[in-house]
Every structure is written in structure tokens, then in C-alpha cells.
């Protein structure tokens, strides 16, 4: 949507879970608010497929929370806009000035960054150039189109089993590389994919190349961290899950960002510039889920209507 409204009270610059809950603490404090997104609302939600660590729900699917986060961001007013934030400036007054993609320019006296994370890319031959045409870095939104297929899934962490079991679904099998000797994931969504006869562990590996013909992927050359041997794996999707780089470039100037690009702030959320404050994934912290990333929208939500008062 287009927002003709351009001076808010608080502009949350992201509508992931942690974005949302910050736009309905601050909006229910009374406050005006314009929550700034470069997609549709939920921000990973919508790459998830089941959630079973979130208080309240024994399993639900990411895009079914996205949109009863939605309903409850918007029910005191707080909206929503469309557009990539790709500046942001502070005057002599402290007022913040915004800028996006697409042209439109927005103020307010108190910022609050949710832009959260994108998936890093493995940067190796084939990557970019079968993207869409077998490499995807989202099982939810691809998996369909594998049906009886062999996957490789990259990574060993959370993402890359919980995804790689959710892709049986569909494939006939999946492989699972890591480049270690143990699997970072969490006990139980080990214990998931093992007890999977579809799913495959290959260890102590990276993947070097992705293959393809003209039209899509077809293997991938595996490399043993071990012994130093590559050999030749038939596969027809790649699925990437290793690991994200926080969404920071338009804040570099700002002076609140580690030497990785993360955002340092304190407990309440805050960074050392007065009124620009930062939750969810993108923050620097021990723990990026979507139970931490709505405890901090809870915490900026109430911390903004405090500053302004």
C-alpha cells in the first residue's frame, strides 16, 4: 500500500514478528506509528513451515502466525507501507528522516530497527546461476516443486535439518552436508530427521561447485574436509541454510553497528544514537528466534512511548 501519511511518531523499519509486536505496544501506548516493509508482513515467518517452540501454539505454520501477528500489530492503528529503507538521517532536532526505493520520504522523533536477516549464499560456481532453476534458499516456498526428487540440503544447524525433514514431503531423498564432524541443530530435530528414512547425513563436508545443464541443476561436487577428495553427487535441488548476515547497510553511517554489521544496543533495546532503537534478529544477541524477537518488540514498544514522553 501507499501511505500518503508522511511524520509518525514511530517508524518500525520491518514487519517481522519482533517489528509487529513493537508496532502494537507503540501503538497502543497511543502513539501514531508506520511500520516500513520491503515485502509481505511476517518477514521468515513465511519461509517456516511448522513452529513448535512458540508459547501458546502446539504447532502452527509460520504464515498462519504472521497473520494473526498482523491483526493484532494493526488493531490500534498502526500501518503499513511498502518500500525498502535504503537511508536514514538525523537532523540538528533529532528528528529521523527516511528514505526508500521507492522515492517516498517519511520523519519521526523515534526509529525502531526490525530488519532482521537474509540468508547467506555459500558463494561457489553454479550458485547464482541456477538460482530459481534448483538452488533456493526456502523450503516452504519451493519444496512443492521437487516432487520424487533428490535433494541436498547445505548446513548443519537448525535451518538445514528442520527444513531438509520438512522437504521429504516431497522428495524421495535428502541429503544433508555439513562441513563439520557434529550437527549443530537441536537435539530433537536431529532425533527427527535420523529417525527419517528419507534423509541422509553425509559429515566433514563442503559442497564446492553446483552443476546443471541448460535448464536446471543436476549435482553437485562434494568435497571431503577430511582427506581432501572431491567426488560427484547426482542431485536435482539444492536447498542453502547456512547461516544469515544481518540487513544493516542503511545504518552504517549511524555508528551502531558492530565490525560483523550487527546492531549494538542496551536492554531496553536502545543504541547510542537517542531514539533510534533495534529487536529481533538483527540485534546483537545470543539468540534470534521468534520468542526473543517479540520479547524485544515488546520491550522497544514500550521503551519509544517512555522516550517520547
Known amino acids: 500500500m501507499t501511505e500518503t501519511q508522511t511524520n509518525y511518531d514511530v517508524i518500525v523499519i520491518g514487519a517481522g514478528p519482533g517489528g509487529m509486536t513493537a508496532a502494537l505496544y507503540a501503538s497502543r501506548a497511543n502513539l501514531s506509528v508506520l511500520m516500513l516493509d520491503r515485502g509481505i508482513y511476517g518477514g521468515n515467518l513465511n519461509n517456516t513451515g511448522t513452529i513448535e517452540n512458540y508459547t501458546g501454539f502446539k504447532s502452527v505454520t509460520g504464515p498462519e502466525l504472521a497473520e494473526q501477528m498482523y491483526a493484532g500489530a494493526t488493531q490500534f492503528g498502526a500501518k503499513l507501507a511498502y518500500g525498502t529503507v535504503t537511508d536514514v538521517t538525523v537532523d540538528e532536532t533529532g528528528l529521523k528522516h527516511l528514505t526508500t526505493d521507492m522515492g517516498d520520504e517519511f520523519t519521526a522523533p523515534a526509529v525502531i530497527i526490525a530488519t532482521g536477516t537474509q540468508q547467506r549464499h555459500l558463494h561457489v560456481p553454479g550458485e547464482d546461476e541456477f538460482g530459481g532453476r534448483g538452488v533456493s534458499y526456502c523450503a516452504v516456498c519451493d519444496g512443492a516443486f521437487f516432487r520424487n526428487k533428490h535433494l541436498v540440503v547445505v548446513g548443519?544447524?537448525?535451518?538445514?535439518?528442520?527444513?531438509?525433514?520438512?522437504?521429504?514431503?516431497?522428495?524421495?531423498?535428502?541429503?544433508?552436508?555439513?562441513?563439520?564432524?557434529?550437527?549443530?541443530?537441536?537435539?530433537?530435530?536431529?532425533?527427527?530427521?535420523?529417525?527419517?528414512?528419507?534423509v541422509e547425513f553425509i559429515m566433514n563436508t563442503s559442497v564446492t561447485e553446483i552443476k546443471g545443464d541448460d535448464m536446471k541443476v543436476?549435482?553437485?561436487?562434494?568435497?571431503?574436509?577430511?582427506?581432501?577428495?572431491?567426488?560427484?553427487?547426482?542431485?536435482?535441488?539444492?536447498f542453502i541454510?547456512?547461516?544469515?548476515?544481518?540487513?544493516?547497510?542503511?545504518?552504517g553511517d549511524l555508528g551502531i553497528l558492530d565490525d560483523h554489521g550487527w546492531v549494538?544496543?542496551?536492554?531496553?533495546?536502545?543504541t547510542t544514537v537517542p531514539g533510534i532503537f533495534a529487536i529481533g534478529d538483527v540485534r546483537q544477541t545470543v539468540l534470534r528466534q521468534v520468542a526473543t524477537a517479540v520479547g524485544d518488540g515488546a520491550i522497544a514498544g514500550q521503551a519509544v512511548y517512555q522516550y517520547l514522553k
Open 156 to 198: 548443519g544447524g537448525d535451518a538445514a535439518v528442520e527444513e531438509g525433514t520438512f522437504l521429504t514431503q516431497f522428495a524421495d531423498q535428502v541429503t544433508i552436508v555439513a562441513r563439520g564432524s557434529e550437527l549443530r541443530a537441536q537435539p530433537l530435530l536431529q532425533d527427527e530427521a535420523r529417525a527419517n528414512d528419507k
Open 218 to 238: 543436476t549435482g553437485v561436487t562434494l568435497h571431503d574436509n577430511l582427506t581432501g577428495e572431491d567426488r560427484e553427487m547426482a542431485a536435482d535441488g539444492v
Open 241 to 251: 541454510y547456512v547461516g544469515n548476515d544481518p540487513m544493516t547497510k542503511p545504518f
Open 264 to 270: 549494538i544496543t542496551d536492554d531496553h533495546m536502545a
